[in-house]
């Protein structure tokens, strides 16, 4: 599971403890809420099927999937499917293949969710073995159903410009200079990665 509301408040009062704009942002924003997925294939699934369309589009999606093949917690239910099928159902060529991926991996135990390594990159790497599991989806995975506390997407624009924005910056900060500034927060990174989602989201300033 993900991080708690305990665990991010903690994470968030030594962050502020060793850069003071975030105890500012802290005080404007509030803490954010907690943002926790299961653990296993089925939210990687729902990451897949939800990828470049709206919430709406997705969970309608989901929804024909479940009705026409039943139980999508097991892979096998994907396999038993084909690219014709799932496409009936509302599912791009592209993502039918990074279903059928992902369901192999698991089913074969090639990837093997329970038993993911310890450490973060190698997590991070296994994970992109499968189709259309890209370096954010994995960190989005370690961190909201694995509760990672270091996790540190900062490759996702939103941190990127929240980020800038409680530091004062002028410009949005690029992807490198965002990993630079936020070594000194280990090992909270992944609550810095929730508040500025929040953040962001409040149009704080």
Request: hydrophobic share 45%.
């Given at each position: 599971?993900?991080?708690?509301?305990?665990?991010?408040?903690?994470?968030?009062?030594?962050?502020?403890?060793?850069?003071?704009?975030?105890?500012?942002?802290?005080?404007?924003?509030?803490?954010?809420?907690?943002?926790?997925?299961?653990?296993?294939?089925?939210?990687?699934?729902?990451?897949?099927?939800?990828?470049?369309?709206?919430?709406?589009?997705?969970?309608?999606?989901?929804?024909?999937?479940?009705?026409?093949?039943?139980?999508?917690?097991?892979?096998?239910?994907?396999l038993r499917s084909n690219e014709e099928e799932l496409r009936?159902?509302?599912?791009?060529?592209?993502?039918?293949?990074?279903?059928?991926?992902?369901?192999?991996?698991?089913?074969?135990?090639?990837?093997?969710?329970?038993?993911?390594?310890?450490?973060?990159?190698?997590?991070?790497?296994?994970?992109?073995?499968?189709?259309?599991?890209?370096?954010?989806?994995?960190?989005?995975?370690?961190?909201?159903?694995?509760?990672?506390?270091?996790?540190?997407p900062a490759g996702d624009l939103a941190v990127q410009i929240?980020?800038?924005?409680?530091?004062?910056?002028?410009?949005?900060?690029?992807?490198?200079?965002?990993?630079?500034?936020?070594?000194?927060?280990?090992?909270?990174?992944?609550?810095?990665?929730?508040?500025?989602?929040?953040?962001?989201?409040?149009?704080?300033?």
């Open positions: 599971m993900g991080l708690t509301s305990d665990q991010l408040k903690t994470a968030l009062d030594a962050v502020a403890a060793i850069e003071p704009l975030y105890g500012k942002a802290l005080v404007e924003a509030g803490y954010p809420e907690p943002r926790i997925r299961p653990r296993g294939y089925e939210t990687l699934l729902r990451t897949i099927v939800g990828q470049q369309v709206s919430f709406k589009a997705a969970a309608s999606i989901w929804g024909k999937l479940e009705a026409g093949l039943g139980d999508l917690t097991d892979p096998a239910t994907i009936s159902f509302g599912l791009s060529r592209q993502k039918q293949s990074y279903a059928l991926s992902l369901a192999g991996l698991i089913d074969s135990g090639t990837l093997d969710l329970t038993a993911l390594p310890a450490d973060d990159e190698e997590a991070i790497t296994l994970l992109t073995r499968a189709k259309g599991i890209g370096r954010w989806s994995a960190e989005i995975y370690l961190l909201f159903a694995e509760g990672r506390a270091d996790i540190w929240d980020v800038g924005q409680v530091m004062g910056w002028a410009e949005r900060p690029s992807e490198k200079q965002v990993r630079a500034v936020a070594d000194a927060w280990r090992p909270h990174r992944g609550a810095v990665a929730i508040f500025a989602w929040h953040h962001y989201k409040t149009g704080v300033v």
